[in-house]
């Protein structure tokens, strides 16, 4: 990172995430959820809501109801750092049923023609508008087929249908295929060996409420400045005294700042934190990491989402 003035912080404001108590860490946390075939999304992230009396809870991405594995949930505060995490790739393992026996060696070259750009048509069930889109598909490895089940790992960009992919393919076989089975195995970087169950975190829940444990509830719920370090989303880090003021919606001037991550590019996403780590909001950038480092004066980004409590800090 660029220094660009030694500051101190005082440790009467703030908490540094790793020393939050567990309503504190809630109030910012992710979850990387394991997903049961079943349950929609939305009445998956509403039983977590209430079960931790939560008022806030969301997903990064949909899944089908059927469909098991990652699902990324977002508590309280934490929701509006939701478009930084929801647009990274998906992997899946998909189980599809072939409707005639063909040999491996077609099946198999049908499936690689489908790596790359491809267009899709959003199903008729979807959250979004039905209309022609393009989408990536970064590989496809077929793990094995037998007869006509086909089992096979997707690496796609975030937004893909994979049921619609499966369709696509039985089309090109001219025998047509569906989707038998579907189970979404990485989102970005949260990954299904990583992840927690329903049964997990309710288990750890009511343990903390019997006797005030907390150790399997911390091993489940992370700090989303963890998250956002493991992104590797360009940071700023500001002064205590410039910390309020953000958190009040003003722009983040750069003789608030005391050091900042290289590569930053005018318009870029970024994320400001405070001088313990702590996310204080999203922003998007008006100068480069050189103008930042090297201005006397002027806004350096423009607060887009504060994701701080107002007077967390006070006004300096």
């Not at 023609?113 to 069930?125: N, T």
């Not at 979004?128 to 007869?147: C, F, K, P, S, T």
């Not at 970005?188 to 329903?198: L, V």
């Amino acid at each position: 990172m660029i220094t660009k003035e030694d500051s101190v912080t005082n440790d009467k404001y703030g908490t540094r995430a790793e020393k939050r108590t567990i309503e504190q860490l809630m109030e910012y946390g992710v979850i990387n959820l394991n997903k049961p075939q079943g349950p929609t999304s939305h009445q998956t992230v509403a039983w977590i809501r209430d079960m931790l009396k939560l008022k806030k809870v969301s997903h990064t991405g949909t899944i089908d109801p059927m469909v098991s594995g990652v699902l990324v949930v977002m508590l309280n505060e934490s929701v509006k750092a939701t478009e930084l995490i929801g647009h990274e790739e998906k992997e899946y393992a998909a189980l599809m049923h072939v409707h005639q026996q063909l040999p491996k060696e077609v099946v198999e070259k049908s499936i690689k023609k489908f790596i790359g750009k491809i267009k899709q048509l959003p199903p008729l069930k979807s959250a979004v508008a039905r209309r022609e889109r393009i989408r990536e598909i970064m590989d496809i490895q077929v793990l094995e087929i037998n007869g006509k089940d086909v089992l096979f790992k997707v690496k796609c960009e975030a937004g893909t249908y994979i049921r619609r992919l499966v369709d696509d393919i039985g089309k090109d076989l001219k025998c047509g295929a569906h989707m038998a089975e579907l189970r979404r195995t990485r989102a970005g970087i949260f990954r299904e060996n990583y992840s927690f169950t329903m049964h997990e975190l309710k288990d750890a829940w009511e343990i903390y409420k019997e006797n005030g444990d907390d150790t399997r509830l911390r091993k489940i719920i992370k700090p989303l400045e963890d998250i956002l370090y493991a992104l590797k989303i360009k940071k700023v880090i500001v002064k205590d005294s410039a910390v309020n003021k953000i958190c009040n919606g003003a722009a983040v001037g750069v003789n608030g700042i005391a050091s900042l991550d290289e590569g930053i590019s005018k318009g870029d996403r970024i994320v400001i934190l405070s001088l313990k780590g702590e996310v204080v909001a999203i922003a998007t950038s008006l100068m480069s990491s050189n103008e930042m480092a090297k201005a006397d004066r002027g806004l350096a980004a423009k607060t887009d989402r504060v994701l701080m409590k107002l007077n967390t800090y006070p006004y300096m």
